[in-house]
């Protein structure tokens, strides 16, 4: 399934971010290991939507999280999140790549 518009995959990360920043933010979530685990998977199911933008959109899964993280407390320590968003989205492209080996791309 190829789709014309990767505008639409763009908005699909940076709301499924922005869930993820949101949830992180409220005061009584303590858990890196949750947030980590879904930016990590949102950001490989996307990523593996568009391959060629795999690692773009697994950032733009991180970008919103970060934003939520320095709002709330001013930090920047988070942003990492956005390498673990990279690397979900790349995870996605190479398992679409194995799921289909025989599809060009």
């Given amino acids: 399934m190829k789709s014309a518009f990767p505008a639409i995959h763009a908005t699909a990360a940076l709301v499924a971010g922005s869930a993820i920043g949101y949830l992180d933010s409220r005061p009584n979530w303590d858990d890196t290991g949750v947030t980590v685990g879904a930016v990590l998977i949102s950001a490989a199911i996307i990523g593996s939507l568009r391959p060629r933008l795999g690692v773009a ?49």
């Fill in 57 to 105: 959109l697994g950032a733009l899964v991180g970008v919103p999280v970060l934003a939520f993280e320095y709002l709330t407390s001013g930090g920047i320590v988070a942003m990492v999140v956005i390498a673990i968003g990279m690397v979900g989205g790349g995870l996605g492209v190479v398992l679409r790549g194995a799921a289909s080996p025989g599809e060009r791309r």
